[in-house]
């Protein structure tokens, strides 16, 4: 059974710092597109960051680019968001998505994607 399980969001201050993690189960890592997507109240669901392990790519959304990094943890099946710098427009319930490795579709293209966690709230406090 394919599970994306995400933790480690909540409530900090702006300028601070979480990290995110979506440890994932059932398929394996290297085949597949890890994406971070976001969802604040009353808009819809953006990309924030993406990592292929089996190729490198690793792609940011241009919001987050330069605060936000995206990594794996291999052996343990986990990818991890490190969020610097936060801002209040940071403030979102955070979903780690999973799709099979393509190279005919964008990352930030939700609908693409097939596997999804529960969610993490992060809220971020001016």
């Known amino acids: 059974e394919v599970q994306l399980v995400e933790s480690g969001g909540g409530l900090v201050q702006a300028g601070g710092s979480l990290r995110l993690s979506c440890e994932t189960s059932?398929?394996?890592?290297?085949?597949?597109?890890i994406t971070w997507f976001r969802q604040a109240p009353g808009k819809g669901r953006e990309g924030v960051s993406s990592?292929?392990?089996?190729?490198?790519?690793?792609f940011y959304g241009a919001t987050v680019q330069g605060r936000f990094t995206v990594s794996s943890d291999n052996p343990k099946n986990t990818v991890y968001l490190q969020m610097n710098n936060l801002n209040p427009a940071d403030t979102a319930v955070y979903y780690c998505?999973?799709?099979?490795?393509?190279?005919?579709?964008?990352?930030?293209?939700?609908?693409?994607?097939?596997?999804w966690g529960q969610g993490t709230q992060v809220t971020v406090s001016s």
């Open positions: 998505a999973a799709r099979r490795k393509t190279y005919g579709s964008s990352w930030y293209i939700r609908e693409t994607y097939n596997h």
């Open positions: 059932g398929f394996d890592l290297y085949a597949h597109t």
């Open positions: 990592i292929t392990v089996g190729d490198g790519r690793i």
